[in-house]
């Protein structure tokens, strides 16, 4: 059997709230499929989409997106007005560069270069 990702799907309490995050960072237009359930197709990119849950997270996400960019200091500086956080410092070694960072919910993606 061959399969493909159709889709990534995070579990959120507000799904129209991360939608726009995510489309800010990654391109596409989000989309409100109804109050519980957003996505958005960002160029050369799976759908990722984002259903409404009631329970917390709680824990660190076991599954994490390393978005590639040309300079992760400025590409964190840029994404914290839609509400993303750094976590820790900039680490740096023989393979490039990645910066921690969590959306507004707190999901953990990092910014990759190399």
Same mark, same amino acid.
């Given at each position: 059997? @061959?399969?493909?990702?159709?889709?990534?799907?995070?579990?959120?309490?507000?799904?129209?709230?991360?939608?726009?995050?995510? *489309?800010?960072?990654?391109?596409?237009?989000?989309?409100?499929?109804?109050?519980?359930?957003?996505?958005?197709?960002?160029?050369?990119?799976? @759908?990722?989409?984002?259903? @409404?849950?009631?329970?917390?997270?709680?824990?660190?996400?076991?599954?994490?997106?390393?978005?590639?960019?040309?300079?992760?200091? *400025?590409?964190?500086?840029?994404? *914290?007005?839609?509400?993303?956080?750094?976590?820790?410092?900039?680490?740096?070694?023989?393979?490039?560069?990645?910066?921690?960072?969590?959306?507004?919910?707190?999901?953990?993606?990092?910014?990759?270069?190399?």
């Amino acid at each position: 059997m @061959r399969a493909h990702v159709q889709e990534l799907v995070y579990d959120c309490g507000d799904p129209a709230v991360l939608v726009r995050f995510w *489309a800010g960072l990654l391109g596409g237009e989000p989309v409100d499929r109804s109050p519980d359930w957003s996505y958005v197709e960002p160029p050369g990119f799976v @759908r990722v989409a984002f259903q @409404r849950v009631p329970e917390g997270k709680v824990v660190k996400n076991r599954l994490h997106l390393d978005v590639k960019v040309e300079d992760p200091e *400025a590409a964190a500086d840029e994404v *914290a007005p839609l509400g993303a956080v750094r976590v820790g410092g900039l680490v740096t070694d023989e393979q490039g560069s990645f910066q921690v960072m969590r959306d507004p919910e707190g999901n953990e993606f990092c910014f990759v270069t190399g």
